[in-house]
Every structure is written in structure tokens, then in C-alpha cells.
């Protein structure tokens, strides 16, 4: 996959996106022969339990080979699902995705390349970029609330933006109050979302079928109304990106090795989150909803896994120890355990 780099002329950028289609019309036709030999058969229930599940993109990817792809139509009686999260299809068939908190993970990188670009400081008030009064906290709470507070969901306030805790001392998910980091990443850098996301990652990734989209009714209460529309082959893109380092397929550097590697950080009010990205491997979990449990995120993958993960079940899965990638789109899976399930009949294959 070659880099597309954002200043170069509007010829060469059509020509490398021809480049990339010529290559997702290679992976598939190699996605179609899955690994044969004692595995066959266990990668044969890892597409039927995946498929079973609502699926619509799956793609698993070891060491830059491709083991297996799936792009299924969504099932019947799925419309509500439909208006809500598919914005059609690309040239492949496959299904352009809102891919809901996947963006989450998505925007953390964007942020980490801000950082190398200084165009943006971590530690400096959210306020700084946003002005006084963002939120409904005491101007003396307000002003403790820092950017890394927003990547790390520490920020102490309410999904109605109102004071709760002193900042950095408790995790609680909150998609409403992480949207306003997208504004403090067009305020540093004086550009949209749009043509940040562009210029500095999509671009440069190859990923041809990302973008922004506006979303419907269903996203109104969550008061974050830009949606990351997608493909599982862009969302694998990125997870090359981690793999690499940071870097894209032909060396150059999208995002520094350490601000890559503080992306992973465990953060001190939850083990199982780093900067917006969930982290497998920890003493404790505590998720989107109320409480936690004990032990790791999930317990039948690598420990090393870290993971971005949307509503209906929405994955991108990166194992650095195992190189490996593996995405998950399509609606809500009716196994409660999916995550887990999907891991035990994934190690089988993999080993």
C-alpha cells in the first residue's frame, strides 16, 4: 500500500488510488482460498459463528497475509440498523459504516499527530482551545480539565457536561464530553475535521473509503453528530499503522513511536484504557456501563491485544505479539459473549 502523500499533485494521488483498488481486488481474491490443512476447519467455524452473529465485514490478517475476508449482505429486518449505521457501498460491495466509537481510537491518533506536528499540548486546558464556559463545571473545575483528560475519559464530568469529580480521578465513559475533542483538534490546528483527518491520516494511509458523514436522530443524545464511516479494509489499514510503528507501508511516518506507545499507556483509573483505545491484559476492566470485573477485557485473546471497539459490536482487534488483525463489522451480535467467543474459536484457528 503506498503512501499518499497529502501535498503531492492531484495525478499522482488519483494513480495511488487505483494502486490501493488494485490491491483490496488482490486481497479478496486471496481472501477467498482460506489457510487449508489442520486449521481449515477451524476457520470454517470462525465464519459461521462470525456470520451467524450479524457480520457483515470480517478480515483477519497475520504477518500482512490475509487469512480470511467476508463481506455479507445485511440479513432481513435489519432496515432500522441500516438507516442508522450504512451509508451503501463501495466499488467492492462492501458495506461504507458509521462505525460508531471506533472513532474514538481513530481521533486518538489523529491527536497523537497533532502532538508531533505541535499543534497541540496534552497537558494544557481544555478551555485553552475551546474558551471559558465549554462546559457547565465551576470555572475553578473547568480549568483543571486537561486535553489528556478528554483521551483518557477522566475529565469528572457528566455526559450533560456538568462537575461530578476533580478531573483524572475516576474513568467513566463519556462519548458526549470526548466529541469535544474533535473541536480542540480544529481549534489547534485551524483546520476541519474533515481536512485534518485528510491531510493526516487518510491520505497518507491509502484509505479510500474513510470519511466523516453526518449522522441521523438515533446519535442526537450522544451530542457527537459526526459519524467515521468506513470499510473493515481502511479499518485494517490502521491497525498496520500500529503494527508498523507508526509508520505506513512504504516507511513514511504518520505518527511517532512515542506518541504511538502512549496511545497504550494503562491509565491510572482503569487498567484496561490507554488514550481512547481499550487495553487487553489488565487486573481489572471497567467498561462503558456501570461496575467492572475483574480481570482482562477478554480473557481468551492475548494479553498484548489492544482493540477499538464500537456499539453493535463494531472491532478493530490488534495483536502486536501475533502481528495480527482482525476487524469486525455489521449489526448488534445477539451472543451476549461475542467478544469472547469469537476469541476461543480465533486462538483455535491461529495455533
Request: charged share 15%; net charge neutral.
Amino acid at each position: 500500500m503506498k503512501r499518499m502523500d497529502p501535498w503531492l499533485c492531484i495525478g499522482i494521488s488519483l494513480a495511488l488510488e487505483c494502486a490501493a483498488v488494485t490491491g483490496n481486488a488482490a486481497r479478496a481474491e486471496e481472501a477467498a482460498n482460506p489457510p487449508s490443512g489442520p486449521n481449515e476447519q477451524a476457520f470454517a467455524d470462525v465464519l459461521a459463528y462470525a456470520k451467524a452473529q450479524g457480520t457483515t465485514g470480517f478480515l483477519v490478517i497475520r504477518d500482512r497475509q490475509v487469512l480470511v475476508e467476508r463481506n455479507w449482505p445485511l440479513p432481513a429486518g435489519t432496515a432500522a440498523f441500516a438507516d442508522a449505521y450504512v451509508h451503501g457501498a463501495n466499488a467492492q460491495g462492501a458495506l461504507l459504516e458509521d462505525v460508531a466509537s471506533v472513532q474514538k481510537s481513530f481521533v486518538a491518533i489523529l491527536a497523537g499527530i497533532a502532538v508531533d506536528k505541535g499543534l497541540l499540548d496534552l497537558s494544557r486546558p481544555v478551555a485553552s482551545y475551546l474558551g471559558a464556559g465549554w462546559s457547565k463545571a465551576p470555572a475553578s473545575q473547568e480549568s483543571l480539565i486537561t486535553v489528556a483528560h478528554l483521551l483518557e475519559m477522566t475529565s469528572g464530568l457528566n455526559p450533560d457536561f456538568t462537575y461530578s469529580t476533580p478531573p483524572g480521578t475516576r474513568f467513566v465513559y463519556n462519548t458526549q464530553v470526548y466529541a469535544a475533542l474533535k473541536r480542540v483538534l480544529a481549534s489547534g490546528s485551524h483546520l476541519a475535521l474533515a481536512d485534518l483527518t485528510r491531510q493526516w491520516l487518510t491520505l497518507p494511509l491509502g484509505l479510500a473509503d474513510t470519511t466523516w458523514g453526518q449522522r441521523g436522530r438515533v446519535f442526537a443524545s450522544t451530542m457527537n453528530p459526526t459519524g467515521l464511516v468506513t470499510t473493515a479494509d481502511d479499518l485494517a489499514r490502521l491497525g498496520q499503522l500500529v503494527l508498523d510503528g507508526g509508520s505506513a507501508s512504504d516507511g513514511g511516518r504518520i505518527l511517532s513511536e512515542r506518541q504511538l506507545h502512549a496511545l497504550f499507556q494503562r491509565s491510572e483509573c482503569n487498567p484496561s484504557y490507554g488514550r481512547l483505545w481499550w487495553l487487553n491484559g489488565g487486573a481489572r476492566t471497567l467498561g462503558p456501563g456501570p461496575g467492572g470485573h475483574a480481570g482482562p477485557l477478554i480473557p481468551a485473546a492475548p494479553a498484548d491485544l489492544v482493540a477499538a471497539i464500537g456499539a453493535a459490536n463494531r472491532r478493530l482487534f490488534v495483536v502486536p505479539s501475533r502481528k495480527l488483525i482482525v476487524v469486525r463489522l455489521g449489526r448488534k451480535a445477539p451472543d451476549p459473549e461475542f467478544d469472547q467467543q469469537l476469541w476461543l474459536r480465533l486462538m483455535k484457528a491461529l495455533d
